[in-house]
């Protein structure tokens, strides 16, 4: 059981956090509205935790047959409360600070959460967790990249 919601904790806690950090930054170049960018969190929260959630279930029915049906249950319901949880966590510096300050504390909260995360993995796999940090930095990087471009293409294209 505490596999089916480690596996839960890990996937809501990367997509949270790097679908949430690629909605913000394209929303927020793309329409500088803190309200728009509070409401795509919000929805990201919900309809993305439910689709994750639905993914990794119906992977694991596709998956060993040695997962039970009870294991199943606890990495879908789990990666529903943590990606949830975790893209809500960004909803504060967006509602304490200016729209660019809370983008620039969204990133810094979002990798470092990812690292400290990716660090505890590898330690875990006895892997080099300066690789797998590395790793999934850049990975995060490579969208919130992407997404600045894209939210600015989308700015330029709809004034």
Known sequence: MKIAIRKGFGFGL??????????????????HSKKIVL???????????????LGIHISEEAGSKSITEKQIWASTISTIIFKFLFALTFIVPILLFSLQKAIIISIIWG?????????????????KPLKAVFEHVIIAAIVIIITYFVGNWISAWTV
Do not use: H
């Open 14 to 31: 990367t997509s949270g956090i790097i679908t949430t950090l690629g909605l913000i930054v394209g929303l927020n170049y793309g329409t």
């Open 39 to 53: 409401g795509g969190i919000l929805l990201i929260a919900i309809a993305d935790a439910l689709s994750d959630a």
């Open 111 to 127: 990798i470092l959460l990812l690292s400290i995360f990716s660090y505890y993995i590898a330690k875990k796999r006895e892997e």
